[in-house]
DNA sequence: GTCTATAACCTGATAGAC
DNA sequence: GTCTATCAGGTTATAGAC
């Protein structure tokens, strides 16, 4: 996020960009603004990106393809030591909630970015960002079908959906925290975090189908997806 | 959300903007187009209103106060009704959540108006919320601490943020719900949806405790906040 | 590739007639 | 209370010199 004299023009105006619509959003940060922050001239930005909205799904893209690139891999890394067998539903949500976890901590912009899409539902920018996610969701839906096969889709998806919403709203406001409730908390923990959040998802996921048994032999909690980053 | 002729302008002004903030946000709408869709003047903003941001700040009270009145009625209702004894962990979630989940169903509005303060953490308006916000979370976390005694109150606090976030999530990403996966879903049953998720939360809270007891003789989970409303 | 200059337009806010 | 007219300034985007 620092400007450096080697990063090229292009680089830096992505920089600024993904700063200042993270924090002010796309219609409230003005290319002029973004220019001096990258401290490159007004006219750079129509050069090397065709218009401000070329210049917004360039930022998001070099936000979330690495992300989702990180969850895929450790999703198949885990498959890979599972050695065929049906995951735990804990290493499936490790999969998806821990490089999440792990890019707030060293950038918060990519947590307030994913928040302001929340209010893109019908834009074009929505449609790309959902081709990304469209090719993620079925893979960790496949996983969580075999750990959990009782369960409907439908209802896995729901309730998956509405753990990672935890997440983002967690992440996002976490500023909340220390606003409502003094003390230290969860977030100042962030491996302390995850494990909880892993064991509350995995124990709400499971209570959707009260009879599964579950394999529960490669059971690893405290299992990190770090290593494989 | 319709303008109707008998309408002083003030209040199609309000209507006209709760409707275009909660789709663009503050800086992405105009007043040209505020005034275009209440139908009144340009000028009349800034008689009833003094500026913008006054604005803002009154069509966020008039969303947000009636909301927070009826939880904290909800939530008296529900004590009275306990007669003295703590309450369960789902009349609390109950109480927090039906009058939210309902004027969802009315008013989508709402939640996206509640997502777009995510992202104005430091401004004035970010501080007036919180000062509405901030007289309802120790009604209730005094009812979650009375609930569940052992577990602390910052664990307490942190975790029903989370499923806080769960539901202004999930109702805020519905479409997700049709984009990413076919057929039914929960949101269409909102009735449903609330039990199960106060179900969920309840399970999740408790699970904070392991040891806990807890007094479960006035457990009632079909109960409803809808009728004192 | 980088700059200046400028076009064409939209912004919030206000003064003053009715 | 409601209107027109207008202010000073900011917006994206582009044309053309270097």
């Given at each position: 996020m620092i400007e450096e004299a080697t990063k090229s023009t292009s680089e830096r105006i992505l920089d600024a960009a993904e700063d200042l619509f993270a924090r002010q959003g796309f219609r409230g940060t003005s290319l002029k603004e973004i220019t001096e922050l990258a401290e490159v001239n007004i006219a750079a930005v129509n050069y090397h990106f065709r218009s401000k909205d070329a210049l917004i799904r360039a930022v998001y893209e070099r936000c979330f393809v690495p992300l989702n690139e990180k969850r895929l891999r450790a999703l198949a890394h885990a498959e890979q030591a599972a050695n065929g067998a049906p995951l735990t539903v804990e290493a499936v949500l490790r999969a998806l909630f821990e490089p999440m976890v792990r890019a707030w901590i060293t950038d918060r912009n990519f947590i307030l970015l994913v928040g302001r899409?929340?209010?893109?539902?019908?834009?074009e920018l929505g449609g790309f960002i959902q081709r990304l996610y469209q090719a993620m969701i079925p893979r960790f839906l496949a996983a969580l079908a075999r750990a959990l096969?009782?369960?409907p889709e439908g209802e896995l998806f729901f309730w998956t959906h509405y753990l990672f919403g935890g997440v983002v709203y967690t992440l996002l406001n976490s500023h909340d925290m220390q606003r409502f409730h003094e003390g230290q908390n969860l977030l100042d923990t962030p491996d302390l975090f995850l494990d909880r959040l892993i064991e509350l998802g995995a124990s709400a996921l499971r209570a959707l189908a009260p009879t599964e048994l579950e394999n529960a032999d490669n059971h690893t909690p405290g299992h990190s997806v770090h290593e494989v980053l």
């Open positions: 899409l929340q209010h893109e539902p019908d834009s096969p009782s369960v």
